[in-house]
């Protein structure tokens, strides 16, 4: 507690990003700090688990110290630990997780262990200081496509979700074979800016008229074909408009359907609430806010660097969860699979 203020560390390690921050009374950033390994990464066309693992191990102490430096306190005013504990790359999320659990040990903190997805659900707590429950939620990230019907801070209910690649990865799929390389999304994004989405038509996936499910797999299919295709027939592909046209067949479908979920779940005064990395890209951004506005729908998207992994979106989760449920005991555990 420092000036009033419910002070939460929320710790994010699941994946490449060491990210740590401080956050006040579940909804104030007062630091951001994330080391990514992008970099190190981008060598290998994609993260190599052992790779990421250790770099989280030599990074996360120093990061730690610069949140909390930056927000102006030290350990003996943290209120809370709140770190990531699956899903996740298993020896990735273990460091996470054994660090926090060290610091609450030591300093006598409680700890509670968060759901990476339901984190990045709550990274719209931080960017919408009134946003409140109930809402229709997307979450798109790396390994997940969800629409989720979020009743209050700690309970939802999934209503659909990817059978088969997430979004994520199927952009990072296309990208490695177009030549675009890690990571996949932000620089498919960037080069369908130049192309035409109509270039080429990609099918898009629907599934049983009902269904708020999503598949990705047939996509990619096409997409590599059509690629294959071309080069042996010696026409040179135009990477923009493959990009467009493969990104705007992803959106499409993710776009049509999350308003529609809003619609048919979000009451009189629907709110769809979007998260997760591919948040971040232009397209969807642009194709939901016109899609929301079309249909009286209040649309709520973090600013992309509240997209990706960070630690704001686990301490604010963290927060919702400890007033809930209470703290976890130092038996907390680390899972590369973990339901919301
Ligand atoms: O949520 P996140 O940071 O990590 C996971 O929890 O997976 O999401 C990472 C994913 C990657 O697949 C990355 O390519 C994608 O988000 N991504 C994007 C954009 N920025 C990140 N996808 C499309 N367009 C973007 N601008
Ligand atoms: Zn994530």
């Not at 409140?132 to 979450?139: A, D, H, K, Q, W």
Request: some cysteine; proline content about 4%; glycine content about 10%.
């Amino acid at each position: 507690m420092k000036d009033g203020k419910f002070l939460t560390l929320g710790i994010e390690s699941s994946c490449d990003e060491t990210a740590v921050s401080v956050v006040a009374d579940g909804r104030t950033m007062l630091s951001n700090t994330i080391s990514s390994q992008i970099a190190i990464h981008t060598l290998y066309d994609g993260v190599v688990p052992e790779i990421a693992s250790r770099h989280h191990l030599e990074n996360i102490n120093s990061v730690i110290g610069e949140s909390l430096t930056e927000a102006g306190i030290t350990l003996d005013d943290l209120d809370l630990i709140g770190v990531t504990n699956g899903p996740g790359l298993i020896g990735a999320v273990v460091i996470g997780v054994a660090t926090a659990k060290a610091i609450a040990f030591a300093k006598d903190i409680p700890i509670v262990g968060v759901n990476h997805m339901h984190g990045h659900v709550s990274a719209n707590y931080i960017q919408y200081p009134d946003l409140e429950p109930p809402f229709i939620s997307l979450v798109v990230s790396g390994g997940h496509t969800q629409i989720i019907k979020v009743t209050d801070y700690n309970k939802c209910e999934m209503i659909g979700s990817t059978r088969d690649d997430a979004a994520g990865e199927a952009f990072d799929k296309v990208a490695r074979v177009i030549g675009l390389g890690y990571p996949g999304g932000p620089k498919v994004d960037r080069a369908a800016r130049g192309g035409d989405p109509r270039a080429v038509d990609f099918k898009r996936v629907w599934l049983e008229k009902d269904s708020y499910d999503f598949s990705f797999s047939g996509l990619k299919t096409q997409a590599l074909n059509y690629i294959n295709q071309e080069r042996m027939q010696g026409r040179e592909i135009s990477v923009p408009d493959i990009a467009a046209s493969y990104q705007a067949a992803i959106m499409d479908v993710i776009i049509q359907k999350s308003v529609r979920a809003a619609l048919e779940f979000g009451g009189e005064a629907p709110k769809l609430v979007v998260a997760g990395g591919v948040a971040a890209n232009s397209a969807l951004r642009e194709g939901l806010a016109s899609a929301a506005s079309a249909h009286g729908i209040r649309l709520y998207i973090p600013d992309p660097v509240l997209c990706t992994d960070n630690g704001a979106m686990i301490g604010a989760a963290a927060y919702y969860r400890y007033r809930a449920e209470g703290p976890d005991d130092l038996t907390l555990d680390a899972y590369a699979d973990l339901e919301m």
